[in-house]
């Protein structure tokens, strides 16, 4: 069943498990998108005459 069924209703077991999935989403969001952005800053980084190598 997902909240937007009519027979949802909303107990405090729901409500405990929707928080903990939204907060853990949120944290893997947080994540990947630090490291997107830290990996496209890196590589913008780099002179041309580096290659690449370090």
């Known amino acids: 069943m997902f909240p937007f069924c009519f027979e949802w209703a909303?107990?405090?077991s729901h409500m405990v498990?929707?928080?903990g999935l939204w907060y853990a989403l949120?944290?893997?969001g947080a994540g990947l998108t630090f490291a997107i952005v830290k990996s496209i800053m890196d590589m913008k980084s780099h002179d041309e005459k580096d290659?690449?190598?370090h």
């Open 26 to 28: 949120s944290i893997i």
């Open 51 to 53: 290659h690449g190598h």
């Open 17 to 19: 498990f929707m928080g």
């Open 10 to 12: 909303w107990d405090m």
